[in-house]
């Protein structure tokens, strides 16, 4: 493990600009998409980092043609319109949530194939049985380890037609149930046990449906659930589909002029993002920011001794970026409330604990319960913090440490194990020490 990594904290108004790495969601959906589709695609602005190369790395496994550009950020895959090459393999998919998932309702299209899939300690800890099971319901033949990973998946193809599915773990079930239902022989009609799912992931998944050619009148959504008709084969992208720049990875930037003060223009972002977590955005604004949006870049002021507020609310629909409004809660004016987060304890990590000890840590209050989490500011204290090998504690504290807490200049926060953003956004501290760095010189001129 790497050495816990000080964060310099911005002594000057940040004043810089930033591009956002692709979209880790899209990613991972636009690799299924195009595997399944007929013809080679041409995916631009990819996020390469861990998860996305654990899914292509998948793929390839699977005989499919992938071939990713890490330096022109794209990758080209030729979709075979349903079939999977390789009928046996045993795929690894680390702790990857996206790639677990979404290649478990994959595999189960394939005719004759025989699969295990197996990730890290922690995937073995990760909500799989529910999607297991509907599958299940739908023809396939899936063996879990009682109700975990490794998986052994037997194919005959998926017959489709009507099940049910408890989402609230994980609206991934229902993604990967979406992206996989236009080759079901009946088309998939998807009831929901409960009603309570964060369906912004999932009307992205619908959305990018429709921008590989599935007409809307083969799909149909309402708050009971989900029908999609039995259209095949997606079209393919060859002159290119475009990742939208990733929402969640935004958040950490929407956040920073609040935590440092200043201007930063953030490229790579639309306020009519595909992404759920976009929404972070008015959280933002609701600490004080003042942001102004482009076609595809957003900039964000905040005035050199403005009080920022607290938040309060829930965080459900776009959970991911909990953590970036709990690390800075800290400098917030007044008690920040964060709830509807309760799925988020069998994430990557646990994250309401994970995010509750490193705030501790810091000398602050903190309340925990099952789905939320109550910080009040007290004076911050100089601290390691624990990242329980989960990106997005990471990066959320590195935000925090960007604050000048005792006025000295001196780094005061440190990242545990830094190296673990590489799940998603591999040079985050390097891309932050380089707006510091930009904004002492912006000071001088």
């Known amino acids: 493990m790497q050495d816990p990594h000080p964060v310099p904290p911005f002594t000057k108004p940040v004043k810089g600009s930033v591009t956002v790495p692709g979209s880790k969601s899209i990613t991972n959906r636009a690799l299924i998409i195009a595997a399944l589709a007929d013809g080679e695609t041409l995916l631009e602005n990819c996020l390469f980092s861990e998860d996305t190369e654990i899914m292509v790395k998948a793929l ?6 992938v071939r990713p550009t890490p330096a022109d950020k794209t990758i080209r895959i030729t979709g075979l319109g349903g079939d999977i ?6 795929l690894f998919v680390g702790n990857s949530g996206t790639s677990a998932r979404f290649l478990t309702a994959f595999l189960c299209l394939g005719e004759g194939g025989d699969y295990t899939l197996d990730g890290v300690p922690q995937m073995r800890k990760r909500p799989i049985a529910d ?61 929901m046990a409960n009603t309570s799912v964060r369906r912004g992931y999932i009307d992205m998944t619908l959305e990018m449906l429709k921008q590989f050619g599935v007409p809307k009148s083969s799909l149909s959504a309402s708050d009971s659930g989900y029908n999609i008709q039995n259209y095949t084969p997606y079209q393919s992208k060859p002159d290119g589909y475009l990742v939208e720049g990733d929402a969640s990875a935004a958040s950490y930037f929407f956040a920073l002029p609040v935590v440092v003060t200043g ?16 929404e972070f955005s008015t959280r933002a604004e609701e600490a004080g920011a003042y942001i102004v949006w482009d076609e595809r870049s957003a900039t964000v002021h905040y005035e050199p001794g403005a009080q920022p507020e607290s938040l309060e609310g829930s965080f459900y629909p776009y959970s991911d970026t909990f953590l970036t ?28 604990a994970a995010m509750a000890d490193g705030l501790q840590r810091l000398g602050q209050s903190v309340e925990e319960t099952e789905g939320s989490l109550t910080i009040t500011p007290q ?46 956004f591999p040079d985050f501290f390097e891309v932050l020490e380089k707006l510091r760095q930009d904004s002492l010189r912006s000071a001088v001129l």
Not at 85 to 90: G, H, I, T, V
Not at 156 to 178: C, P, R, Y
Not at 326 to 350: K, V
Not at 394 to 423: H, R
């Open 379 to 424: 004076p911050l204290k100089p601290a390691s913090v624990a990242t329980y090998h989960d990106h997005r504690v990471a990066m959320s504290f590195g935000i925090l440490g960007c604050y000048d807490a005792f006025g000295n200049g001196q780094p005061w926060l440190q990242v545990e194990d830094p190296t673990c953003c590489k799940k998603t």
């Open 263 to 278: 201007q930063l223009e953030i490229h790579g972002v639309t306020k009519e993002s595909l992404q759920g977590d976009i």
């Open 131 to 191: 999607l297991a099971e509907t599958l299940n319901q739908l023809g396939a033949n899936i063996e879990t380890t009682d109700g975990f990973a490794p998986l052994r998946i037997r194919t005959n193809g998926l017959e489709g037609g009507k099940a049910t599915i408890d989402a609230t773990a994980s609206s991934q079930f229902v993604s990967a149930l979406v992206m996989a239902a236009p080759y079901a022989k009946q088309g998939i009609q998807i009831e």
């Open 85 to 90: 090459p390789n009928k046996k393999a045993d």
């Open 60 to 65: 390839q496994d699977l005989g499919f043609d």
């Open 325 to 352: 409004a709990a690390a800075i809660a800290p400098i917030l004016h007044g008690t920040t409330r964060i709830e509807g987060i309760a799925h988020t304890r069998h994430q990557e990590c646990d994250r309401i």
